[in-house]
């Protein structure tokens, strides 16, 4: 099985900035997938940036930018920097791995995402 494990979460000011990492264990068979997703209280879980092993990145509309998602092959960690945050990114935030296959357009889908990370909280104040 394989688990991954969030860090990095707290609570920061407006336009301060974040960086959470995700650590993999367990064994991974290629090609998959790697993402972060969010879910605020009230909403459906939903998808802010993901990533595929030949480099590929998808992020949501409304952080690109500010936010930047990267991924480590050889310590195997997956990282998101989160800059100017706002408000509206408080949220949890989970990391998320598919077991194989993973097209572009679903790198922000949560129907593709096999393993999920247990989430740490972001809290942004005004």
């Known amino acids: 099985q394989v688990q991954p494990v969030e860090s990095g979460g707290g609570s920061v000011q407006a336009g301060g900035s974040l960086r959470l990492s995700c650590v993999v264990s367990?064994?991974?068979?290629?090609?998959?997938?790697m993402g972060w997703f969010r879910q605020a209280p009230g909403k459906e879980r939903e998808g802010v940036a993901g990533?595929?092993?030949?480099?590929?990145?998808t992020y949501a509309r409304s952080v690109k930018g500010p936010f930047t998602i990267s991924q480590d092959k050889v310590e195997d960690t997956l990282a998101l920097q989160m800059n100017n945050l706002k408000p509206e990114a408080t949220a949890e935030y989970y990391c998320?791995?598919?077991?194989?296959?993973?097209?572009?357009?679903?790198?922000?889908?949560?129907?593709?995402?096999?393993?999920w990370g247990q989430g740490t909280q972001v809290t942004v104040s005004s």
């Open positions: 998320a791995i598919t077991r194989s296959f993973c097209g572009v357009p679903w790198l922000l889908s949560r129907a593709p995402y096999d393993y």
């Open positions: 990533i595929r092993g030949d480099g590929t990145i």
């Open positions: 367990g064994y991974l068979h290629a090609p998959h997938c």
